[in-house]
């Protein structure tokens, strides 16, 4: 189910370069978030650190909590492996697993967590592909290879195989800006119907799509080359296209830099 | 502003003689393989028959034809299998270390310096030193295990290196699309990065393979010769392929040659054999054939 993610404090790491600085917000269940904000300021890094793929890169590391209904991701003794069960990811490069047929990456989740009984497993693949709008194209490839499909299939392949699991949360790192338009329309469109199930949470540089999808938006910024990355502002999304409260928000969304 | 030009004559020429040059290259490195292979064939069929593969060399005289290698086709095979059996499971899961878990740390950087001196080490060397620790220090009888251990130590830098590029080359979304599936590490490792860099470790392993079946020095030191057939590659000299070339070749009368001849054919086609095996185990798992 939906659940809300609450971030308070957070810094996040590559060795010793801070990468984001005190970041605090409340993202809210079963609705769209959308990150926003020029490139390099932070936005994937602050994704990254909300499953914990964060410190996967080495040397990376994170200060600061992440609350998901209440319950603290980062303390001590929280296995990062579960929190990732429980909040999923789609990357920004479509990336099913070649060596396996579409049936076999959405079931990956399942089968490589060692849950494994025929007929549900079955039911969950074509449960997840209805879910990503792929199942009428592929119902009768199901075991053709996933890296068979076009970029749009692809990637909404990756979707199917992240609702699978079924986790409370779903994280998107800009999962369009590889794909044609209208592609991302059927993704688009997926997000929306998928909200009611998922609390989602997307990182885009296509304004239009943090526009026409999210409920609420985040800008982030960096005072400069090298600075960390800042939340600016969080609001509405209606909000901060029209009438946002800082004069960089306004700049950024109105086209005036980044 | 330039207009758009035509090719010079010079630069055609240029890129006629570069071309010309890089096919000339091509064909002089072909030609020891053909000539080789021409050779080996041309010679080897004579003998190259049933009794050749079915008999051994006990009881041949000096000056008879007949006689076989089958002992040693035998006695290679079991060594064969034996330093792979060493040498691919040390080599893979150092190659994983490397890959996975060393992240460039001191650890690692030794193992990989070692391994690098590993890979320098001559043939002959290896089997001196499984012949001072195994046969001289501990008492170990001569045996194929003896040869297998003084050729997996020759096997492994080269299974290491090799699987170690393939693990390099799986791309890092296929890790964290694992990953961000809630799927362990180690799963990760067994599930998708094994399966995706398959066919290039399977290749890697072969051509290690290939470069030991035909290791002599080894050989010579540590399994020792017979002409009779030795099963049991934990006790008692054995025979080896590139032993009975050596041995054969040595001898003065044509039907030893021959012989020889037969058996450098027999290596080149086992070595061939396993590599189409390997080949076809790769395409097999690959997902191209579904396509």
């Known amino acids: 189910m939906a659940k809300q993610i609450t971030v308070s404090g957070l810094d996040a790491y590559y060795g010793s370069h801070k990468a984001i600085e005190d970041v605090s917000m409340t993202i809210e269940p079963a609705s769209i978030t959308a990150f926003i904000g020029p490139s390099g300021c932070g936005k994937s890094t602050f994704l990254r650190t909300l499953n914990r793929m964060h410190e996967v890169i080495p040397g990376a590391r994170v200060q600061g909590k992440v609350m998901l209904d209440g319950q603290d991701l980062y303390a001590g003794d929280i296995e990062p492996v579960s929190v990732r069960r429980m909040i999923g990811m789609v990357f920004q490069r479509p990336n099913p697993f070649p060596t396996m047929s579409i049936y076999e990456n959405v079931a990956a989740g399942l089968r490589l967590n060692g849950r494994q009984a025929k007929s549900k497993t079955d039911d969950v693949v074509e449960r997840s592909l209805r879910g990503a709008n792929l199942w009428n194209e592929v119902k009768d490839r199901l075991n053709k290879p996933g890296a068979g499909l076009s970029g749009g299939q692809q990637q909404r392949l990756c979707i199917a195989r992240a609702i699978a699991v079924q986790p409370d949360v779903l994280l998107m790192d800009e999962p369009c800006s590889a794909l044609d338009p209208i592609s991302t329309l059927a993704i688009e469109d997926l997000m929306v119907e998928l909200k009611s199930e998922f609390t989602i949470v997307i990182v885009t540089h296509n304004m239009q799509q943090a526009a026409r999808v999210s409920d609420r938006t985040a800008f982030f910024n960096l005072a400069g080359q090298g600075q960390p990355g800042k939340v600016i502002e969080m609001d509405e999304t209606s909000r901060i296209f029209t009438n946002p409260s800082e004069k960089a928000t306004e700049d950024y969304i109105t086209g005036r830099f980044g | ?291």
């Open chain 2, 1 to 291: 502003m330039s207009a758009v030009q035509h090719i010079s004559p010079a630069r055609r020429f240029k890129d006629r003689l570069a071309g010309g040059l890089v096919y000339l290259a091509f064909a002089i490195a072909v030609v020891p393989l053909v000539a080789v292979l021409w050779m080996v064939i041309q010679h080897g069929v004579a003998r190259l028959d049933l009794e050749f593969l079915t008999h051994s060399m006990r009881n041949i005289g000096a000056r008879d034809a007949g006689g076989g290698a089958y002992h040693a086709i035998l006695g290679t095979l079991e060594q064969v299998a034996l330093s792979s059996l060493i040498s691919v499971p040390v080599g893979l899961l150092t190659a994983i270390y490397l890959v996975e878990y060393g992240r460039g740390g001191q650890l690692s950087r030794a193992i990989s310096f070692f391994v690098d001196v590993m890979t320098g080490i001559p043939s002959v060397v290896s089997g001196l030193f499984i012949l001072a620790f195994w046969i001289l220090a501990l008492g170990m009888p001569f045996s194929g295990f003896a040869g297998a251990l003084a050729l997996s130590i020759l096997m492994m830098p080269t299974v290491v290196r090799s699987a170690e590029e393939m693990l390099r080359l799986v791309p890092n979304d296929l890790r964290e699309a694992a990953y961000a599936l809630g799927v362990p590490k180690w799963r990760t490792i067994v599930k998708v990065v094994l399966p995706t860099a398959f066919t290039g470790i399977a290749t890697g392993i072969m051509l290690a393979v290939a470069r030991v079946a035909g290791e002599t020095a080894p050989l010579l030191l540590t399994v020792f010769f017979t002409d009779s057939i030795n099963e049991d590659p934990f006790n008692g000299p054995q025979m080896g392929l590139p032993l009975y070339v050596f041995d054969q070749a040595a001898r003065p009368t044509d039907v030893a040659v021959d012989r020889a001849w037969a058996g450098a054919l027999t290596l080149i086609l086992i070595v061939m054999l396993l590599n189409l095996a390997a080949r076809f185990i790769g395409w097999w798992r690959s997902p191209a054939r579904n396509r």
